[in-house]
């Protein structure tokens, strides 16, 4: 039995070794490539490792571009949009999860219908309406859509958590008095911890690496973002690789913190004490 | 218990009108329209390219700026998915003043009257006469219309690296056109060029097409209405009714590109030249040895330093090249039609952007540095600049060049997407030119609407 | 409900009709976020984007109203792109969106066990989805080269022949749904969150019952992961119709349109060609598609989803 026991454990490890090499390949690329001339980039077979080492590629890329003007105007735009993330739509999510009210369902799926439009054809309107409401060239059509729910997917993604949070916790407290909003912020969130860190994870990644709201919403170089920064390296016949490898490493390092952080509060299993009654 | 629920609200509530007072605080008086206050003028300009145009260009402003003391410009650089993003302007009517645009997308947007008509301005003008500039400079979009100034000239030709024609024991390239070479000795040439892994090169017996360490010639297979021009051949009938597809010149100027790939194994085909890396790269480590391309991969291979030069490109039935460029254009939402035309004017001045033509990515615009022996001293220089470009490159662009159909074809995005689809067929070695011609024909022409002006 | 006592049965349905009123009121208050989002950001540019689509649109014109003319122009195959690049995106996703699923449970699975270095093999395995664009490309490239990538190295080996991956008509999409599974970070984290969302007492109830590695599996964790698996095949299927990065940055929709996806067709043909009357048609398009498959979906759900806590009654 032990003997079994430790080939598997064995395997399982050779396996997840062999897919972790897989998966680092393109991070290693990125930095590797950032460390080199650019005339090595892209030789093949690849240099997988650069000769000589240059790390003044990191010291030009981010002196080329105010990179540091960049990196506060995405933190701005991300403290508001992740704040406003989690607040909303678990706010939300409890309404289509938790609330019985007459229609509910019905209008989840009006909903869910804001996904299936591609940007390409929302792009314009979307942006005509905040260009007449006079936000053009500011943060607000970045950040305040956060707050109004903060996307679908995310309301659809805590309903599919909060519905598997036995009923029974909530009318044990309805029993006692409760509101809705003290079963939603005394038991819900609690519970829900797992989910509500994979919302913020998420919208904060996705947030950190968006390019195309701050292009269009954006008229001038002083609000720009870190990910257009690195766009800037792109020009329209090369594109100066070695810088652009350079800034993303930097700019990919906050994100691969937050996401090893985050996962300390993913916490095993939750322990549902009490529930017997 | 309400209180808190009231609370949250509150608390929700607070956040998002503060957010949207703060938000709104940073709202600068940028952007295009804004007009003139105590009597300064502000434009709006837009461009893409690497930092380094970014740079060169974003000095040609400031020095427009000093001569101009009146007038401020918002210069902005936009790197990427810059169509989609002028046309959000667009739709919101704040388009730029003054913008480097595709020539193509000039046309089209003319079309829609978006582009704002230059001949009155021009026709006024004293400074500007289309005789300095080098022919189709000015990209007309009717008899009466001129949709923009090109700033940058730029031409095909063969650049290669020196060193690999020396290790091969090969001529240089000829710069003449009168030397240039026949269809037939330039394949030669790249056989030669042409090495597998174990030191054979592609004429010799024994040559492994499966094992090929460095290629002969690489050509961007996009390119491919350029090659036309080298057999003679047109993409359009003489009277501009149709596409001139079945016009078997075409097939046979094609055919005899492919046939670098597939018969002669000299070219990559698209799978291998997708793990080859950019042009210049590609030359200066070596692993090819002649890039049919445009000038402006200059700039990469003198900041590469690499050891190149540059010969003309050879014949089918004629020497010659293509003219290709872009254009700048001014918008017809613009409140500052004089100042937004100074603007252009400056940026199509070669003496304001002089750095990028001396960088070898540009090429000027107007005659006289082609002619005056001082101006040209100006900008061919090296390190992005190499011996054969003033008669390779400068005269012929200046003396035998046909502008590229971009200037001229209606619906040219479309087409050519359908055209390029197909023709991957013939690059991969799948069907002959003329399978494909014929298969394609019906839906291309379909999409063809006509010409904006004749040529 | 009994009805030995009228007057209480019209008490009931009086308090029963109060509280319903108090939950829909309280319903929609914590819902209004997004109701009013959705009213403010979203109903406008569809209705937009709707009406765009009976017009000749390009943008930097005033649209002009043209009926259903973009619309045959489409079904009538005019457009020759329309047919192929609709057949193209289906058949990627009927094979991606459940190999996706089906990988990403597994790394989940194997992620949830008790393993050293937990964490770090986790951030490993979602880094794909993180790093720019152009480093996945170029890994890929190199993977898929046919003379001298690895994977057809790797197949010589075992004795297989090599394939021509991205660069043939027939394995171009074969091999981007390979792709695809590397960026399933994302929903291997979704569904470790509903794998911690399981309590423990119910594997150890199963334990005490003598149960072994498969039971657990297969009476517990597939029930009760069930929601987040219909949560991430909605998704899927909404996002698998839009995929649109492959074909931008890697085959530009070739070879020979063979890798046409669907929006790409779209974003060129509002932003190259310049025609977003027509683009408006094409999207409407997918979006009917879409939501017929999702409700499909979602209807059938009853049957198959689990929710601990009671589901939707």
């Known amino acids: 039995m032990r003997k079994a026991n430790i080939i598997r454990k064995s395997i399982l490890y050779l396996i997840l070794i062999l897919l972790s090499v897989v998966c680092l390949l393109p991070f290693y690329w990125m930095l590797r490539s950032s460390l080199m001339d650019v005339s090595q980039i892209f030789v093949m077979p690849p240099i997988w490792f650069p000769h000589p080492i240059k790390f003044s590629n990191y010291k030009e890329a981010l002196s080329i571009l105010p990179f540091g003007r960049y990196f506060l105007n995405t933190f701005y735009i991300v403290a508001f949009v992740v704040s406003g993330t989690i607040i909303t739509s678990s706010l939300c999510a409890y309404s289509f999860a938790r609330i019985r009210w007459k229609g509910r369902d019905f209008v989840f799926g009006i909903l869910m219908t804001a996904l299936m439009l591609p940007y390409a054809v929302t792009l314009i309107p979307t942006f005509i309406g905040w260009h007449a409401l006079g936000f053009y060239g500011t943060y607000v059509p970045l950040t305040v859509p956060a707050w109004f729910g903060g996307g679908v997917f995310n309301i659809f993604l805590l309903r599919q958590f909060f519905l598997t949070i036995p009923k029974e916790l909530d009318e044990a407290a309805l029993v006692d008095g409760a509101s809705h909003f003290t079963i939603y912020s005394r038991i819900i969130i609690p519970l829900s911890k797992p989910a509500l860190i994979v919302v913020g994870l998420f919208s904060f990644i996705n947030t950190w690496n968006d390019f195309l709201g701050p292009l269009v919403y954006l008229d001038n170089e002083n609000k720009y973002t870190l990910s257009l920064g690195i766009m800037q390296f792109q020009g329209m016949y090369s594109a100066q690789w070695q810088y652009m490898m350079a800034a993303s490493t930097v700019v990919v390092l906050p994100t691969v913190l937050i996401f090893l952080i985050g996962q300390n509060y993913f916490i095993e299993g939750i322990a549902l004490t009490g529930l017997k009654g | 218990m309400l209180t808190k629920k009231l609370t949250a609200c509150i608390v929700a509530g607070a956040m998002l009108v503060s957010s949207i007072g703060l938000v709104g605080c940073s709202k600068t008086n940028s952007g295009s329209g804004k007009g003139s206050a105590n009597g300064v003028v502000n434009l709006t300009y837009t461009t893409w390219g690497s930092t380094n145009e970014r740079k060169a260009q974003g000095d040609a402003i400031k020095e427009f700026e000093a001569k101009n003391p009146n007038i401020k410009v918002n210069f902005q650089h936009i790197p990427t998915d810059y169509e989609t993003k002028l046309s959000t302007m667009i739709a919101a009517k704040t388009p730029p003043d003054v913008a480097l645009l595709n020539k193509q997308t000039a046309l089209t947007w003319s079309e829609q009257n978006k582009i704002y008509n230059l001949k009155p301005l021009i026709d006024k003008d004293t400074e500007i006469k289309e005789d300095d500039y080098l022919h189709d400079s000015f990209v007309r979009g009717g008899p009466d219309k001129i949709v923009g100034i090109t700033p940058c000239q730029e031409v095909f030709a063969i650049f290669y690296n020196k060193d690999m024609f020396k290790a091969a024991n090969v001529d240089p390239l000829p710069t003449k056109a009168q030397d240039a070479l026949t269809w037939d000795q330039f394949v030669e040439v790249a056989k030669k060029l042409t090495l597998d892994q174990n030191g054979k090169n592609a004429s010799e017996a024994g040559f492994d097409p499966t094992k090929i360490k460095q290629y002969g010639v690489f050509f961007e297979t996009w390119a491919w209405q350029t090659f036309l021009v080298l057999n003679d051949a047109k993409l359009l009938t003489d009277d501009y009714s149709k596409l001139n597809l079945s016009d078997p010149a075409v097939a046979e100027t094609l055919q005899k590109f492919a046939d670098l790939i597939n018969v002669y194994h000299v070219c990559p085909s698209p799978a291998q030249a997708k793990t080859l890396p950019a042009p210049a790269v590609a030359l200066q480590s070596k692993k090819v040895a002649m890039d049919y391309d445009g000038q402006w991969i200059q700039l990469d291979l003198g900041v590469a330093k690499t050891n190149f030069d540059v010969g003309v490109l050879p014949k089918i039935k004629r020497c010659t090249t293509t003219l290709y460029g872009e254009v700048e254009a001014m918008f017809q939402g613009t409140k500052h039609s004089e100042e937004a035309f100074k603007l252009l004017k400056w940026m199509t001045n070669p003496e304001g952007v002089l750095d990028l033509d001396s960088s070898g990515l540009w090429m000027p615009s107007r005659k006289a540095y082609y002619t005056d022996p001082e101006l040209i001293n100006k900008w061919v220089i090296k390190p992005g600049h190499s011996d054969g470009f003033k008669d390779a490159v400068m005269n012929q662009a200046l003396n035998d060049s046909e502008p590229d159909v971009g200037y001229y074809l209606k619906n040219d995005n479309e087409i050519m997407n359908i055209m390029n689809s197909a023709l991957d067929q013939l690059w991969m070695g799948k069907k002959t030119a003329a399978q494909v011609l014929k298969e394609i024909e019906p839906k291309a022409q379909a999409a063809y609407k006509g010409v904006y002006v004749n040529k | ?313």
């Open chain 3, 1 to 313: 409900m009994s009805t030995a006592s009228p007057a209480l049965d019209v008490k009931n349905r009086i308090k029963r009709s109060k509280s319903e009123k108090k939950n829909l009121a309280a319903g929609i208050l914590f819902a209004m976020p997004v109701l009013l989002g959705f009213l403010i950001f979203v109903i406008g540019p569809m209705v937009a984007s709707a009406y765009f689509s009976l017009t000749d649109y390009s943008i930097a014109s005033t649209p002009k109203f043209v009926g259903f003319g973009n619309y045959k122009r489409l079904f009538s195959n005019e457009d020759p792109f329309f047919y192929k690049s609709l057949g193209v995106t289906t058949y990627y996703v009927f094979f991606s969106v459940p190999a996706q699923i089906i990988f990403a449970l597994i790394m989940a699975l194997l992620l949830n066990k008790e393993i050293k270095g937990r964490p770090i093999f986790r951030t490993i395995f979602y880094l794909p989805t993180i790093v720019p664009g152009v480093a996945s490309a170029a890994i890929w490239i190199w993977l898929m080269d046919p003379d001298l990538g690895l994977l057809n190295q790797i197949l010589s080996m075992l004795g297989l022949p090599g394939s021509k991956w991205i660069f043939s008509e027939t394995t171009v999409i074969p091999a981007l749904v390979l792709m695809s599974l590397w960026t399933t970070g994302g929903t291997m984290i979704i569904f470790l969150a509903g794998l911690q969302g399981i309590p423990r007492q119910l594997y150890e109830a199963i334990e005490v019952d003598g149960g072994n590695g498969w039971h657990k599996f297969w009476y517990i964790t597939m029930p009760m992961i069930t929601p987040t698996l219909f949560f991430n095949l909605i998704m899927g299927l909404i996002g698998g119709f839009q995929v649109f990065t492959q074909a931008y940055i890697m085959t530009s929709g070739g070879p020979n349109n063979a890798s046409l996806f669907y929006v790409y067709y779209l974003y060129r043909e509002a932003f190259s060609n310049f025609r977003m009357g027509s683009a408006c048609a094409i999207a409407w398009v997918l979006f009917i598609i879409i939501a017929v498959l999702t409700f499909i979906v979602f209807k059938t759900s009853n049957k198959w989803v689990y929710y601990e806590g009671g589901g939707n009654k």
